[in-house]
């Protein structure tokens, strides 16, 4: 396929940007000269936008497997995608069960990284840049959402700003400032601050750079020759009203940089003129408001827009020094397009209001629920992009594309708008979302554990939900074990049950719980033996063992810890009689039936390839017999890495007095985000970027199947995913 060869010979997703252009110009040539009905145009159109979408959803996959568009992708499709129709039932690559979306979404992208916290954002006309908590920052272009290089700012970034032309990126921290040429990614000129940088802005025809401080100061950078440069501030001037004596919140310039909003706590909006000096002036809705934050129109130096912690949108006249409108978003973050006709703002509950900017009208509202740290438009003013957490998410509504007024329009708010329309984009604390899962012995019947409370039974083949089983309160886990058909549950009240489920179809009532017991303490893990005749609950400082039975359930051992780093108990792979309890790289052996120690006080040192500290995510029998596989997060590290070991369990000797060492007989590929399970003699783990692979028993070659779309990865810290006898892999989406 062409789209394969442009993906291995060029390794540029560019030209598919550009033949999707070509089929839209094409299209709407042609429908000045006729009606554009028809298979052969409905085609074209469609592959016009599917083009566009499969870069900004699978480019960096399609980069790294080219040959997955014949395979992998087209499942992954909505189904009414040109992608899908064509390719997505060829028989070849996955088969995927319960993918209901039919069109493409909002979303063009999603952009992840998991292993750091992102702290700022910037555009330019073809690039965008996210900086991190770790210093990293990362440039992608803007078409294709693909990465183009990575720079290093060597403290948590806290503003990054583009220059006009795109040809430089500025970067600032608490302490240092850097600027980048973007085409080498090499440092022009760095230099230290006093006080933590709050806006950036070029001005002067990208000759120099302004940087407003905490401090109540604006630094300059002369572009050229790199000499920096304190003008005076504007404490002084504002120091009759009181502002002197505390820092400020915020601070934004205006676009042409000549105007500085400066934002304080329980205080009005000073504007601070930069050519006139010493000039200002105050703006307030009202006594007693608080503002949370600013926008300057693009359009012109009249009008920005204020919000307030009441909730209130204020949009004020800078010229008439007055109040024009008022409405209600609860903003947090607010951005104004590039072409000033547009406002964008994000509330603490994470959703996403546009609104028309001199109008204060609702145009359109993306409901999510993960708080925005900062909203930019892109360069065109067609998509808006968010920043959360790990995730930044690439917004195209159509909302976006409103045609252009009349220069000689003297105002939006005439305009006839329709209706806002509102779209919600389901994340992890949605209430009926999934929040465990857990596969039934027969392989045909999946348990679904959700936030609303609920348990449900679906059938593995169709993806139906065939009946709710029960309701305990929101599902934190789930573990069904073959041998009893028994299914032991834990929810967010710390309450833990085991149900006994085998007659499915027999009735519609709620199943009834074996053992039910509600804790006081917060429940860090609730670990079964084989048959659920033993059950271990686990706090950060408590293990219960609990003797299970039909008749009565009694506690048979408590052990209490003075304190204990990260751990973690599992089930020892070879010998179903004892468990294992590792604590930090530390582990010893149990036994299941009383709780006592095998091991000697030293226990078995597990020998990381990194001595340091580290933080346990996982451990897990597996290969049937002998072998565990670890996951480990080092802490000591701002950026956190982790690193999978697998374990042979042969050789681990039960009475040893002294300490024992043990090294691992194999090591996995750095970028294992997520463990699994076993399948045959495979071990099958997530990488970071989205890839389900398998290493065999001996570590020989790993082996990467298919890839998880990012905006699947990126709803919840913890993915939801398990891996079937039969090599199916359920998860949530």
């Known amino acids: 396929m062409w789209i394969t060869y442009v993906a291995v010979q060029q390794s540029n997703l560019n030209l598919l940007v550009e033949t999707a252009k070509a089929l839209k110009q094409y299209l709407q040539k042609r429908s000045k000269q006729q009606s554009l009905f028809g298979k052969k145009f409905m085609i074209i159109d469609a592959w016009s936008t599917d083009l566009v979408r499969l870069i900004t959803h699978f480019g960096t996959c399609l980069l790294a497997s080219p040959s997955s568009i014949l395979t992998f992708i087209p499942p992954l499709c909505p189904a009414d995608s040109a992608l899908r129709k064509q390719f997505g039932s060829t028989g070849r690559g996955i088969s995927l069960l319960g993918l209901t979306v039919r069109a493409w979404s909002d979303c063009l992208s999603t952009v992840i990284e998991p292993q750091d916290q992102y702290a700022a954002l910037a555009v330019s006309k073809t690039q965008f840049a996210i900086g991190m908590a770790s210093g990293m920052i990362t ?6 959402c693909q990465k183009i290089r990575t720079l290093k700012h060597r403290e948590a970034v806290g503003v990054l700003k583009f220059d006009n032309a795109a040809g430089t990126l500025v970067s600032a921290g608490a302490r240092r400032v850097y ?5 080498s990614g090499t440092t022009l000129w760095s230099f230290n601050i006093p006080h933590r940088c709050l806006s950036l802005a070029f001005t002067d025809q990208d000759r120099l750079l302004l940087g407003a401080l905490s401090n109540n100061c604006v630094t300059t950078c002369d572009m050229a020759t790199g000499i920096v440069r304190e003008i005076a501030g504007w404490k002084e001037v504002l120091s009759t009203h009181a502002y002197a004596s505390q820092p400020p919140i915020s601070a934004k310039f205006n676009p042409d940089a000549t105007l500085l909003a400066v934002l304080y706590r329980g205080k009005a909006i000073a504007l601070w003129d930069l050519k006139l000096d010493g000039e200002y002036a105050i703006f307030s809705p009202g006594a007693g408001a608080q503002v949370i934050c600013v926008a300057f129109s693009n359009a012109n130096n009249k009008y920005f827009v204020a919000s307030y912690l009441d909730g209130e949108l204020v949009l004020f006249d800078m010229s008439e020094f007055q109040v024009v409108r008022r409405t209600f978003a609860n903003a947090k973050v607010m951005t104004c397009s590039p072409d000033g006709r547009t406002l964008a703002c994000g509330d603490l509950r994470g959703n996403i209001s546009i609104f028309d900017f001199e109008g204060l009208e609702l145009l359109y509202r993306i409901r999510t629920d993960v708080c925005i740290q900062q909203l930019e438009f892109s360069g065109d003013g067609r998509c808006l992009l968010d920043m959360r957490e790990w995730q930044c998410h690439i917004w195209s509504p159509e909302v976006l594309l409103r045609s252009d007024l009349s220069v000689k329009d003297s105002g939006y708010a005439s305009m006839s708008l329709a209706p806002a329309k509102e779209v919600e984009y389901v994340g992890y604390s ?17 348990f679904v ?3 609303d409370g609920s348990v449900d039974l679906f059938d593995a083949n169709c993806d139906k939900q065939l009946r709710t089983l029960f309701s305990p309160g929101r599902v934190i886990s789930l573990h069904f074990d073959n041998a009893s058909d028994t299914l032991i549950n834990l929810d967010h009240s710390n309450r833990v049950m085991i149900h006994h489920c085998t007659d499915f179809a027999g009735t519609s009532e709620e199943l009834k719980p074996l053992f039910d017991q509600e ?13 659920h005749t033993r059950l271990l609950v686990s706090s950060s400082l408590k293990d219960t063992l609990w003797t299970i039975s039909s008749n009565n359930s009694l506690i048979t051992k408590t052990i209490e810890w003075e304190s204990r780093e990260s751990f973690r108990w599992a089930s020892h792979p070879s010998q179903p009689d004892n468990l294992v309890l590792l604590i930090s ?6 036994e299941w039936s009383t709780l006592n120690r095998l091991t000697g006080s030293q226990g078995i040192l597990l020998e990381l390839s990194r001595p340091s500290a580290v933080d346990i995510r996982a451990i897990m029998p597996c290969f049937g017999k002998n072998y565990f596989a670890t996951l480990f997060s080092d802490v000591t590290t701002q950026h956190c890495s982790l690193r999978g070991f697998l374990w042979n369990t042969s050789n681990f000797p039960e009475d040893s007095t002294s300490t024992f060492r043990t090294q691992p007989c194999c090591i996995l590929d750095e970028g294992v985000r997520h463990l699994i399970g076993y399948y045959g003699r495979n071990l099958v783990y997530l990488t970071h970027d989205g890839w389900v692979c398998s290493i065999d028993l001996h570590g020989a070659a790993t082996i990467r199947h298919f890839f998880l779309p990012a905006d699947w990865l ?3 810290g913890e993915l939801i995913i398990e891996v079937a006898a039969n090599g199916d892999l359920p998860t949530e989406t």
């Open 179 to 183: 600027v980048w040429d973007v085409t």
């Open 585 to 590: 790289s530390v582990l010893h052996l149990y």
């Open 714 to 716: 990126c709803a919840n």
């Open 430 to 446: 949605n209430p009926a979302a999934i929040t465990s899962i857990a596969i039934c012995g027969d392989r045909e019947h999946i």
């Open 449 to 451: 554990g959700k936030g």
């Open 519 to 531: 804790f006081s303490m917060a429940i860090c893990q609730v670990l079964g033996n084989t048959g």
């Open 139 to 144: 440039i992608y272009d803007q078409a294709t």
